[in-house]
């Protein structure tokens, strides 16, 4: 109890910033008449998200599982490689091109390829989380 308690201190500053983002902008949205369907307020979307729990949860394990094998396979990738670029030099010469080349592409660009490429699927999520995870 004494660690919750102290995490509390330590970040009433951070939940009050929080708390008072949320109150403005319920309302900001009020006040200024904004469409729901454009700016819907934090009360309508946390009922929202109440209401469509389940379905949000199903799709929130696919993407951590999506997340997890992608960061695993960076893993089985990435260190096996580092090893060999550091004893090897002509590995290094050899990769270390490729290496510079896929980290200086910027990934966001890199995205829409792999949906054209490989569809909608599982594949190119996990070619995106592992490039994020690689570098």
Known sequence: MAT?????????HAIFAFGGLLVAWEAA?????VPVYLLPPPTMVIADLADRWPRVLDHALV???E??????LAIVVSIPLALAI????FIERTA???IVLLQIIPKIAIAPLFIIWFGFGFTPKLLLVFLLSFF
């Open 96 to 98: 270390y091109p490729v």
């Open 63 to 65: 993407t951590g599982n």
């Open 29 to 33: 949205v009020w006040l200024a008449k």
């Open 67 to 72: 997340i997890l094998a992608g960061f695993l």
């Open 86 to 89: 550091s004893y090897s030099r």
């Open 4 to 12: 919750a308690l102290t995490w509390l201190k330590r970040s009433r």
